[in-house]
């Protein structure tokens, strides 16, 4: 078996990267809803359907540096996103008023 990534693979942890964040996001929006005292739970949920996908992902790819992409590809789009949870929205309107004058 080869060790070296080939496009093949890195379209495949593209597609299971963006799943992971899709997932974050859909997660992440329907507890914000639900109220500020859910989102202390927020990494254990997002964890389980996250682990699924991120445990598919050596069983598709079973190469060295897997992972490494997976991780880079993740830090980039949050990075890239500064409010990457959606119910962040609330907390702007509510402190949008204070400040300087």
Do not use: E
């Not at 992440?28 to 109220?35: C, E, K, L, P, R």
């Not at 997002?46 to 190469?63: D, H, S």
């Not at 992972?67 to 990457?84: R, Y």
């Amino acid at each position: 078996m080869k060790q070296k990534l080939n496009a093949k693979d890195f379209i495949l942890i593209g597609i299971l990267t963006a799943l992971m964040w899709i997932i974050c996001m859909i997660i992440s929006t329907i507890m914000s809803v639900a109220g500020p005292v859910t989102n202390v739970f927020y990494p254990s949920v997002v964890a389980i359907p996250n682990g699924i996908v991120m445990m598919l992902l050596p069983a598709k790819v079973p190469k060295k540096g897997v992972f490494t992409i997976c991780a880079a590809i993740q830090a980039i789009l949050f990075l890239l996103v500064p409010s990457h949870r959606l119910g962040n929205w609330r907390c702007h309107l509510r402190f949008s008023d204070h400040g300087p004058k």
